[in-house]
């Protein structure tokens, strides 16, 4: 980043300085996406066999799969990423927006009714219950000059 900044001398905008940030950020193709998929590999046999499957294009199609195919699992844990895999592998399913979908299915399928939750009622019996349950009022007379100046 240095030398983009001395070729550039003293008198360059902001906006070059950011577009250098985001050159510097960006990985290329031929550099990246070898360490996520080595990544999503290792998660099982069945991210591999999907990935065989799906990692037939070469270039940049590649690499964009496959860093969005590791964002997802990053935000999905293992068991559901895996499961959504399996699923999208079963289906023949390579695009990632389908994959997305499958995913927010498997999260929303495993969601069941919420449990009964039991209250002992004995909680109004309990010192720090009624400490708590009486309190002063609070003082609420700086809001009536602002009522009253929304009114003139």
């Keep these: 980043m240095q030398q983009y900044i001395e070729i550039a001398g003293e008198t360059t905008e902001a906006s070059a300085h950011n577009y250098i940030g985001i050159l510097m950020t960006i990985r290329p193709p031929s550099l990246g996406g070898k360490q996520e998929e080595a990544r999503l590999r290792a998660m099982g046999e ?3 066999a999907y990935l065989d499957f799906a990692l037939k294009p070469k270039g940049i199609e590649r690499h964009g799969f ?4 590791f ?8 068991a559901r990423f895996i499961a959504s ?3 999208a592998h079963k289906y023949r399913i390579t695009d990632m927006a389908t994959i ?9 399928q495993g969601i069941g009714a919420v449990p009964f939750t039991e209250i002992d009622e004995d909680f109004r019996q309990r010192d720090a219950y009624l400490e708590g349950r009486l309190t002063d ?3 609420l007379s700086i809001y009536e000059d602002i009522a009253e100046d929304d009114h003139e």
């Design 66 to 69: 496959v860093r969005k195919l």
């Design 100 to 108: 997305e979908r499958i995913a927010a299915l498997s999260i929303t």
């Design 137 to 139: 009022a609070p003082d």
């Design 46 to 48: 069945s991210v591999n």
């Design 85 to 87: 895999i399996e699923r």
């Design 71 to 78: 964002a997802l699992s990053r935000k999905l844990t293992g």
